[in-house]
Structures are given as structure tokens and as C-alpha cells.
T-cell receptor, first 116, second 116 residues
Framework: SAVISQKPSRDICQRGTSLTIQCQVD?????MFWYRQQPGQSLTLIAT?????????ESGFVIDKFPISRPNLTFSTLTVSNMSPEDSSIYLC?????????????FGPGTRLTVT | AQKITQTQPGMFVQEKEAVTLDCTYD???????LFWYKQPSSGEMIFLIY??????QNATEGRYSLNFQKARKSANLVISASQLGDSAMYFC?????????????FGKGITLSVRP
């Protein structure tokens, strides 16, 4: 299985500021996915990041608010810009891959963000 | 219509007993994958098991098995010999489209509590 790390693991931020979350994978992957989990809710996909092209955003998420970088096949960043308390969530990156022909999907440990 | 439905309220099970967590799904794609994840209070999403729509046999991974009933569009997770460490949120998810580069759609989750 893929080993995924995220930094920071948690942070408390002031409203109006920005936070960049890093995701590192121990193997090369084509796609990296960024999800958000608001308190007490399920996971929602923010965007899909493909190396060498702009990220593809889901409905309700925009690049100005959640800019994503994907400089190589093992790394991606998600920035949460101009934060408000509504952005308080767990942010998780995810990749596909595994012994079952790549169908398994793994998640990083998550970044728990609190905006005050 | 919801694509993944998890309607059980919080579930309780006695240690060492088996428990079934329900999941129904809705898709018109002939090729899809179904996933179960465990999320303890730490927030990480732990991959448990995967079932492909064309798989002939129900998936099993240690104490986890997936009761896949395609005609009924259900993919229930069975945990055998429950342990105290199984207490967590459990999410069912689906990937439509073939391949590993499509997003996952998650259900709302079920809380499982294992009693000593």
C-alpha cells in the first residue's frame, strides 16, 4: 500500500490568513485527490491534482480559495486561502494504488484545521 | 438521489461478536468499486476492504468481509470477532467509472461502539 504523509497534522489559524498543507507519497502516482471533512460530516472531494496540469475542482470549490500545486509525481500542496471559521475541517489527501491492480485508495493521516 | 446510503443509527456490539454494517448504493455504471473505511477518533481514514462490481467472490480481508449483493445494490461490511479497537466511524464509498483515477463518493458513516 502507499504510504502518505501530511504536514501539518493540525493547526489553529486566524481568520483571513492562509494555510498550505503538504502531502507526500512514497511512490509515484498519477492522480492525487484532496478531500475535506467538515465536523460531523462525511468526506467531500475538493479537487483532483494531476502532475503537469491544473487541478480539476468539484462543484462548490474554486481555485482562488483552494489553490493546489502538483510539482511532481510524489508531492502536492493544498492551500486554504482567506480562511473563515467555516473552513474548520479535516483535510485529507488520497491516492490510488495497491496490490489489487491499483483499485485500492489510501488516505493520508489528515490535517485538522481550526479557524478562529 | 444519494449514491451511497448508510442509514443505521449508532451500532453497538459485544466484544467477540460479529456485526454487520449496512450500505446501499445507486449507480447506472456497469463498472464500479465499493470501499469501506474506518475512521477512529484520530481522524485518519483507514482502508479496510474493496469490492469490484465484476468480482465473482465477496471480498475478505482478515476479520472484514463484504457481503456484496449486486442485484440489491448492497455492500454490507461484516466484522467478525469484534474487538474494543473496532470502535470507530465506518464509511462506505463508491468509485464509478473504471480505473483508479476517479473520485470516491462517501456515505454519511456509521458509528460502531464495541462493548467489553
Amino acid at each position: 500500500s502507499a504510504v502518505i504523509s501530511q504536514k501539518p497534522s493540525r493547526d489553529i489559524c486566524q481568520r483571513g490568513t492562509s494555510l498550505t498543507i503538504q502531502c507526500q507519497v512514497d511512490s509515484q502516482v498519477t492522480m492525487m485527490f484532496w478531500y475535506r471533512q467538515q465536523p460531523g460530516q462525511s468526506l467531500t472531494l475538493i479537487a483532483t491534482a494531476n502532475q503537469g496540469s491544473e487541478a480539476t475542482y468539484e462543484s462548490g470549490f474554486v481555485i482562488d480559495k483552494f489553490p493546489i500545486s502538483r510539482p511532481n509525481l510524489t508531492f502536492s500542496t493544498l492551500t486554504v486561502s482567506n480562511m473563515s471559521p467555516e473552513d474548520s475541517s479535516i483535510y485529507l489527501c488520497s491516492v490510488s494504488g495497491g496490490r489489487q491492480g491499483g483499485n485500492e485508495q489510501y488516505f493520508g493521516p489528515g490535517t485538522r484545521l481550526t479557524v478562529t | 438521489a444519494q449514491k451511497i446510503t448508510q442509514t443505521q443509527p449508532g451500532m453497538f456490539v459485544q466484544e467477540k461478536e460479529a456485526v454487520t454494517l449496512d450500505c446501499t448504493y445507486d449507480t447506472s455504471d456497469p463498472s464500479y468499486g465499493l470501499f469501506w473505511y474506518k475512521q477512529p477518533s484520530s481522524g485518519e481514514m483507514i482502508f479496510l476492504i474493496y469490492q469490484g462490481s465484476y468480482d465473482q467472490q465477496n471480498a475478505t480481508e482478515g476479520r472484514y468481509s463484504l457481503n456484496f449483493q449486486k442485484a440489491r445494490k448492497s455492500a454490507n461490511l461484516v466484522i467478525s470477532a469484534s474487538q474494543l479497537g473496532d470502535s470507530a466511524m465506518y464509511f462506505c464509498a463508491m468509485r464509478e467509472d473504471p480505473g483508479a483515477n476517479s473520485k470516491l463518493t462517501f456515505g454519511k458513516g456509521i458509528t460502531l461502539s464495541v462493548r467489553p
